[in-house]
């Protein structure tokens, strides 16, 4: 066995420290001085509470297999080349199905989707006791096809049901930072049950049949406490059912609306930079931290995107809405991939750049989570969603595809390209909402929640006055 430099151990397991201390400090901080976000209701709490429990369980059930599957096919002889096209498989299946499976969602139900990720998620799983390459295939397809649903109908089933109850657009921000910070949690809390597990079991499929247990319970509680919702603006005030297919839909809100293709594209652009900077951290560092220790970098890395999902309210209080300052967090990403391509052997540059890195993811995922669910037409949402991730999945698959014959500087220099393009189209996108308000798909939602407010104790009394 390797053991690993006490200078590496140290800094990392500090810096994992610093972090949570930090982290807990600030939530401490906003419980302390009531800015946790405004006064909601016990509805709105108990929905939110049965939304998180089901997203968690499933990102548990997701976040148990990462750190294991590459090892499992290694322990099987597997080489290189069928481990990289099983990898291929997952990412692929993900981008060609993805439109497909979000039009389903919008027409059959999301809760239904939601189903249906639990039940291809335990198959990919279960698949993992077989050592056979195409049973380990049919794992990864179902895998992938999971992948879009966890992405798109999970979010869309919550955003839906906060618009069927018009609870005000402002508490989702609550939700979705929650659900940044929680997913953190669940990363953190994945990498050491999976460890017990494996070492308790001495196997590595045992994280594997863990994520099953997770996953059935995600399945149960969807089952009992979730009810459906679908690609229609039922409750909001219309009755209006398009008789097109939910995909040619879609593609034409993209094609009218320039303002949801940007969001699309922005995303793309996003995301790939950081699935591919999930690859490529662990080969940049290697080098200059020698030996690596894995477990605690990645526990830094989740440490910093709770830290910036826990600051999201914040900034939104002093900057505004997050049209107003994605612009700035995509290019303060873009410089963070920059940096360590062209400063390549400085490993403090590499250790600086990759945490705050990760603290823009915690501020991307909330905030991106908002203005999609405004500015995405609610009929079409998990097809949206899906349509997004198309060409992410395949930004990552032709990268992955061509590593070998490219340098891990230059692949950090694409990232940086894809994250400065996103902060140019979030430049244009912020233009274009200025100048044109647009559909708002929560705004009927808003609408209804103005006209059920309560009038003010004033008001009642100048209308008694005034009757008399």
């Given at each position: 066995?390797?053991?690993?430099?006490p200078?590496?151990?140290?800094?990392?397991?500090?810096?994992?420290?610093v972090?949570?201390?930090?982290?807990?400090?600030?939530?401490?901080?906003?419980?302390?001085?009531?800015?946790?976000?405004?006064?909601?209701?016990?509805?709105?709490?108990?929905?939110?509470?049965?939304?998180?429990?089901?997203?968690?369980?499933?990102?548990?059930?997701?976040?148990?297999?990462?750190?294991y599957?590459?090892?499992?096919?290694?322990?099987?002889?597997?080489?290189?080349?069928?481990?990289?096209?099983?990898f291929?498989?997952?990412?692929g299946?993900?981008?060609?199905?993805g439109?497909?499976?979000?039009?389903?969602?919008?027409?059959?139900?999301r809760?239904?989707a939601?189903?249906?990720?639990?039940?291809?998620?335990?198959?990919?799983c279960?698949?993992?006791?077989?050592?056979?390459?195409?049973?380990?295939?049919?794992?990864?397809?179902?895998?992938?096809?999971?992948?879009?649903?966890?992405?798109?109908?999970?979010?869309?089933?919550?955003?839906?049901?906060?618009?069927?109850?018009?609870?005000?657009?402002?508490w989702?921000?609550?939700?979705?930072?929650?659900?940044?910070?929680?997913?953190?949690?669940?990363?953190?809390?994945?990498g050491?049950?999976?460890?017990?597990?494996?070492?308790?079991?001495?196997?590595?499929?045992?994280?594997?049949?863990?994520?099953?247990?997770?996953?059935?319970?995600?399945?149960?509680?969807?089952q009992?406490?979730?009810?459906?919702?679908?690609?229609?603006?039922?409750?909001?005030?219309?009755?209006?059912?398009?008789?097109?297919?939910?995909?040619?839909?879609?593609?034409?809100a993209?094609?009218?609306?320039?303002?949801?293709?940007?969001?699309?594209?922005?995303?793309?652009?996003?995301?790939?930079?950081?699935?591919?900077?999930?690859?490529?951290?662990?080969?940049?560092?290697?080098?200059?931290?020698?030996?690596?220790?894995?477990?605690?970098?990645?526990?830094?890395?989740?440490?910093?995107?709770?830290?910036?999902?826990?600051?999201?309210?914040?900034?939104?209080?002093?900057?505004?809405?997050?049209?107003?300052?994605?612009?700035?967090?995509?290019?303060?990403?873009?410089?963070?991939?920059?940096?360590?391509?062209?400063?390549?052997?400085?490993?403090?540059t590499?250790?600086?750049?990759?945490?705050?890195?990760?603290?823009?993811?915690?501020?991307?995922?909330?905030?991106?989570?908002?203005?999609?669910?405004?500015?995405?037409p609610?009929e079409?949402r998990?097809?949206?969603?899906?349509?997004?991730?198309?060409p992410?999945?395949?930004?990552?698959?032709?990268?992955?595809?061509?590593?070998?014959?490219?340098?891990?500087?230059?692949?950090?220099?694409?990232?940086?390209?894809?994250?400065?393009?996103?902060?140019?189209?979030?430049?244009?996108?912020?233009?274009?909402?200025?100048?044109?308000?647009?559909?708002?798909?929560?705004?009927?939602?808003?609408?209804?929640?103005?006209?059920?407010?309560?009038?003010?104790?004033?008001?009642?009394?100048?209308?008694?006055?005034?009757?008399?």
């Amino acid at each position: 066995a390797v053991s690993v430099e006490p200078a590496s151990m140290e800094l990392f397991s500090l810096s994992f420290y610093v972090l949570c201390v930090i982290c807990a400090g600030i939530q401490f901080s906003k419980s302390r001085g009531g800015s946790a976000g405004p006064p909601t209701t016990p509805d709105f709490k108990k929905f939110q509470h049965v939304y998180l429990l089901v997203y968690f369980c499933s990102v548990m059930g997701d976040w148990l297999q990462g750190p294991y599957v590459y090892a499992l096919y290694d322990y099987y002889k597997f080489t290189k080349q069928q481990i990289g096209f099983l990898f291929i498989v997952g990412f692929g299946t993900s981008g060609v199905f993805g439109a497909f499976i979000g039009q389903y969602a919008d027409k059959y139900g999301r809760k239904l989707a939601c189903m249906a990720y639990v039940i291809l998620y335990i198959v990919s799983c279960a698949t993992k006791h077989s050592p056979n390459f195409y049973v380990l295939l049919v794992g990864r397809f179902t895998g992938g096809l999971a992948t879009s649903i966890l992405f798109s109908a999970f979010e869309s089933w919550m955003v839906a049901e906060h618009n069927k109850h018009f609870y005000p657009s402002e508490w989702s921000t609550q939700t979705f930072s929650l659900a940044t910070v929680g997913n953190g949690v669940c990363a953190i809390a994945a990498g050491w049950l999976g460890a017990q597990v494996r070492d308790q079991f001495n196997s590595l499929v045992a994280p594997f049949d863990l994520a099953i247990a997770f996953l059935a319970v995600a399945g149960v509680v969807i089952q009992l406490m979730w009810s459906e919702n679908k690609g229609d603006a039922a409750g909001l005030g219309t009755t209006r059912s398009d008789p097109r297919s939910k995909l040619k839909v879609a593609a034409d809100a993209l094609r009218n609306d320039p303002k949801v293709l940007l969001l699309g594209m922005t995303q793309s652009c996003f995301e790939s930079a950081m699935y591919i900077f999930v690859f490529m951290w662990t080969p940049k560092m290697e080098p200059l931290f020698k030996p690596l220790p894995h477990g605690q970098v990645f526990g830094c890395f989740m440490a910093c995107m709770m830290i910036g999902s826990s600051v999201v309210d914040t900034v939104m209080k002093y900057r505004g809405p997050p049209q107003l300052y994605m612009r700035d967090v995509f290019a303060v990403g873009s410089l963070c991939m920059l940096a360590p391509a062209v400063l390549a052997s400085d490993k403090y540059t590499c250790y600086i750049s990759f945490f705050v890195f990760e603290a823009l993811c915690g501020v991307y995922w909330p905030s991106m989570g908002i203005l999609k669910s405004k500015y995405v037409p609610e009929e079409v949402r998990a097809t949206v969603y899906n349509i997004f991730r198309v060409p992410l999945n395949l930004f990552v698959v032709v990268v992955l595809a061509n590593l070998g014959t490219i340098s891990d500087d230059t692949v950090f220099m694409v990232c940086a390209f894809l994250l400065a393009a996103a902060a140019v189209m979030q430049h244009v996108f912020c233009n274009m909402a200025k100048n044109s308000g647009g559909p708002d798909s929560m705004g009927p939602a808003q609408a209804a929640t103005e006209e059920l407010r309560p009038l003010d104790p004033n008001e009642e009394d100048m209308e008694i006055k005034t009757e008399k």
